[in-house]
Nanobody, 124 residues
Framework: VQLQASGGGQVQPGGSLRLSCVASGLPFSRYAMGWFRQAPGKGREFVAAQGWSGVITYYADSVKGRFTSTRDNTKNTVYLQMNSLKPEDTAVYYC??????????????????WGQGTQVTVSS
């Protein structure tokens, strides 16, 4: 199983980025997908989680209204569109896959597989 995250980079405050995470080696449509992030000196925190169909999606309060998670099961890919970025969004972003397809979870310890992370830096 491999989760390959990409799309990170450096952007000014107020800017946008779109992260992608391509999954291989698992039945993607049977997995809930999550996004987490870890800022320097801090623990990993929940960002978004989405069920297999994309209908059920949860967001952290800190990103609600600015970030949108979508998925394309035909491409085994989940996306995180990040708008109105703030310096406090600076972190390494990780995607993760959870076999509990019915109920996406905010709990990182329930995820089975993790990607390698992609750096997002918001700075002027």
């Amino acid at each position: 199983v491999q989760l390959q995250a990409s799309g990170g980079g450096q952007v000014q405050p107020g800017g946008s980025l779109r992260l992608s995470c391509v999954a291989s080696g698992l039945p993607f449509s049977r997995y809930a997908m999550g996004w987490f992030r870890q800022a320097p000196g801090k623990g990993r925190e929940f960002v978004a989680a989405q069920g297999w169909s994309g209908v059920i999606t949860y967001y952290a309060d800190s990103v609600k209204g600015r970030f949108t998670s979508t998925r394309d099961n035909t491409k085994n890919t989940v996306y995180l569109q990040m708008n109105s970025l703030k310096p406090e969004d600076t972190a390494v972003y990780y995607c993760a896959a959870d076999s509990n397809v019915k109920n996406p979870t905010r709990n990182q310890y329930e995820y089975d597989y993790w990607g390698q992370g992609t750096q997002v830096t918001v700075s002027s």
